[in-house]
């Protein structure tokens, strides 16, 4: 189990929850691999950065040859996501676009071709982090509760080819964290002491992977949101209606 | 219904398969507009008589919200009763996991052409208070033969989830989930049902239950075996 070095990616690792598991991987003994647009945060363990626009399937092409290079990985965190909120019809095309191939196609890619070229180790976690949207709908962000739908069924739709590999794979269904990207989209007037932090939430996601889980809802409050949200999809729905859209 | 209006039906991938038999069920009482890959001379002769014809290729989503747009208002419609968004397709997972180009495509053509289909065409179904329909998958659930196709179905029932709440004034938003009709859709995935296909629905099976809750304006449903066992091909509302 502890052959050395153990070696993971995390996608978008640059900020939020994806900056909150690189260090908690960091502090587990991890080497990490980033793939990020953006640099991560100059800190006393450096990562491997791979530059790559997501929303680019030219740039994730030329990426893919180095991030399977680098592996064979123990761990992988696909988080790296988007969020585009408003009123659907008037949120330009190009975003909704933008948010489906960063948070379902993107994912969905890195992970087949990892799977493919036998890039993650028996015994290795794989962790798609989607939303609590899954559970709840998510009324004026609906590309993006799209895009974490489809990311959710892919995984569990690969599960068990996975598993014959020797690969687990655990869907992450966080709510809303204290991130800087969470806050830009949060309507007006939200409580700005609710949201989780994202490195809570990292290691409570981390955990629950490590030890195989099929999926991590993180925190009690989010969970309870997730079992309303199977019993009574509806009402639920109406509830994010009242609390997010007739505010954006 | 005796006595209810024609409307105005647009079905995307109507020149095939369920959006065909759907259209042919239709096509008596209604005014359709339909969309498909093929040209117009392929698809000659196929198509119900009295249905007007758009070849839209979905491969492209920008481009088809465009084309489908730019070809309702050619029509000489300025609204729109029913959309119809069924055009989709489908790859096997060969070995269990998806190409890169499989994955792109079934995204592209089942989720995002629908997702932009679905804000170009908002102001035409606000105009006659009309139903958007999303034609998802019971395989939304998920599906290890099929991963991409069960996410991109997926991703179309969490977009109608949320757009059946921000809508629900102007339009009704609505996803259904068919079974596997004996269509050549499996054949053309690549993928071999075998004997499992004579459990298939017919088609003309499917597109009744499909038009029955069209009319209801429900969400989300799931049109399979057990609809179908209670009637469903042919007791309900009619459009």
């Not at chain 1, 794989?126 to 004026?140: E, I």
């Amino acid at each position: 189990m502890t052959r050395s070095p153990k070696r993971a990616l995390v996608t978008g690792g640059s900020a939020g929850l994806g900056a909150a598991a690189v260090s908690l991987l960091q502090a587990g003994g991890y080497e990490v691999v980033v793939l990020d647009k953006d640099s991560p945060a100059a800190s006393e363990n450096p990562v491997k950065h791979i530059s790559c626009d997501l929303a680019s399937r030219p740039e994730l092409d030329a990426a893919l040859p180095e991030l399977i290079a680098s592996g064979p990985y123990g761990l992988i965190f696909l988080n790296a996501g988007i969020n585009a909120t408003g009123h659907f019809e008037s949120i330009e095309a190009q975003a909704h676009i933008d948010v489906i191939r960063i948070n379902a196609e993107a994912p969905m890619v890195i992970f087949a071709r990892l799977l493919e070229a036998g890039a993650m180790r028996r015994g290795a976690a794989a962790v798609f982090v989607s939303s609590l949207s899954h559970f709840t709908g998510y009324p004026g962000a609906a590309s993006y509760a799209a895009s974490k739908d489809a990311l959710a069924i892919y995984a569990k739709s690969m599960r068990r080819h996975a598993k014959s590999r020797g690969v687990s794979l655990t869907v992450a269904f966080p709510g809303p964290l204290r991130t800087g990207h969470a806050e830009r989209h949060a309507p007006k007037g939200a409580d700005a002491s609710k949201p989780m932090d994202p490195a809570e939430a990292a290691r409570l996601i981390l955990a629950d992977a490590l030890a195989g889980r099929k999926s991590s809802i993180p925190g009690s409050a989010n969970r309870t949101f997730a079992v309303l949200g199977r019993i009574a999809p509806k009402p639920v729905t109406a509830l994010m209606r009242r609390l997010i859209y007739s505010r954006l | 219904m005796i006595g209810a209006k024609s409307r105005r039906i647009l079905i995307t991938g109507g020149n095939t398969g369920l959006g065909l038999a759907l259209a042919a069920k239709l096509a008596r009482r209604h005014k359709l507009l339909l969309t498909g890959r093929k040209s117009e001379g392929e698809v000659a002769g196929t198509l119900p008589p009295g249905a007007g014809y758009l070849v839209a290729d979905q491969s492209d989503p920008e481009a088809s919200a465009a084309t489908v747009l730019r070809g309702i208002r050619d029509f000489g419609w300025d609204t729109l009763d029913n959309a119809v968004l069924n055009a989709g397709t489908g790859f096997a997972a060969v070995n269990g996991i998806d190409s890169t180009q499989a994955i792109r495509a079934s995204l592209d053509v089942n989720l995002l052409s629908a997702l932009l289909q679905a804000r170009a065409l908002y102001p035409l179904l606000k105009k006659s208070g009309g139903t958007l329909t999303l034609i998802g998958s019971v395989a939304h659930k998920g599906s290890a033969a099929v991963p991409a196709y069960a996410a991109s179905k997926a991703g179309l029932h969490g977009l109608a989830r949320a757009l059946r709440s921000e809508w629900k004034a102007d339009v009704s938003v609505q996803v259904l989930h068919p079974g596997p009709a004996k269509t050549d859709m499996h054949e053309k995935a690549g993928y071999d049902p075998g004997f499992m296909r004579s459990l298939f629905l017919a088609p003309d099976d499917v597109a009744a239950m499909m038009a029955s809750a069209i009319a209801a304006r429900r969400s989300p449903v799931t049109l399979s075996w057990v609809k179908y066992l209670n009637g469903g091909a042919y007791t309900g509302r009619r459009l």
